[in-house]
């Protein structure tokens, strides 16, 4: 494999690949495999290592059963996949909008979905189902972005300002929903609007793992043109990008990605931020690096799902609550490094 090349599929798809992307990947895969099985078995209801192979192979009973089939092995592959879509989604618009600040959180795709979630759940029970109007919700949320910043979403500081405005105004929707429904369900409510895993389920696992494996081919066939995307229309529309499309194509997958995380997990903050940044400091190399940054989403996801389940805090904090203490830190150093260049 070279230095830097093309994987091709057919005549229409060529994906950039990197013999340094590869072995990140790689690296990262068996961190995402050495996470799951600390999930599985660290804890007082954990599946002994000794017992772990043959639980996973079929041999589970008793309380080993319990633990894989409904209380661990749901949340794991559910904090997989949606840590996998954040990551996917952030790439996607942080590369169409050329800006590392532009991520679906930040600017308030997660909380528009979020309230569009809590309004079909709590307020229209049974009208649509949850993932549909978490959809509705981030649509609704970016269409409000794109309009206030009158520049669409190529200028860094008017989509930050802008985002926090609708950020604060769907969290605003969603505190009222809270308020106004019976006091259980806001119980239930207020731990999904922070992001949580608890209690998953498997048709939640099948939810979010659809939505990438639909949305996957998709992500493939705009790939290269994501790379020109990055150089600005203009080159990118002389090499036949079209870059207006692909800007649409690719914020579209990007809503979808992320409303499907948060019909599963709630608004889970953060992750859709950095697992891109991530991996392109993985590298060191242009590009979007999609799959590396669906890999690191989906660590980061499980590494925080660990930290919750093992964490001595007693009340059982959502995952979104770490994954909000890091990823605050982070946007913080972000926001600090484009105003010294004077991006913002």
Known sequence: MSPRGLVTIGRAVAIPVSRVSVIAAIVIVSLIAAAAVATLSLGR???????LAGALTGGAEG????VLERLRGPRLAVAVGTGAALGLSGALFQTVTRNPLGSPDVIGLGAGAGAGAAL??????????????????GAVAMALVH???????????????????VHAMATAFTQYVVYA?????????????????????????ATIWVILLVAAPFVVFISRRLVAAELGD???????????RTRAVAIVLSIVLSAGAVAVAGPIAFIAL??????R??????????????????????????????????????????????????LGYLLSREWRRGSL
């Open 63 to 66: 309380k080993q059963a319990f």
């Open 281 to 330: 400091r993985l590298t060191g190399l242009p590009g979007p690096h999609l799959t590396l940054a669906a890999l690191v989403g989906a660590l980061l996801l499980v590494l925080a799902d660990l930290a919750a389940q093992q964490s001595p805090i007693p009340g059982n904090l959502p995952v979104g609550i770490y994954t909000l203490a890091v990823g605050g830190v982070y």
């Open 234 to 244: 203009d080159l990118a529309a002389g090499l036949g990008a079209a870059p207006e």
């Open 120 to 137: 079909v759940v709590l307020l229209l029970p049974g009208a649509l189902p949850a993932s549909a109007g978490a959809l509705a919700g």
């Open 274 to 279: 950095t697992a891109p940044q991530i991996a």
């Open 147 to 165: 309009l206030s910043t009158g520049s669409g979403f190529r200028a860094p500081g008017r989509l930050i300002v802008a985002g926090i405005g």
């Open 181 to 205: 429904v019976e006091r259980d369900k806001a119980a239930v409510l207020a731990a999904y609007v922070n992001g949580s895993l608890a209690a998953r389920a498997w048709d939640h696992a």
């Open 45 to 51: 209801l954990g599946i002994p290592l000794a017992d």
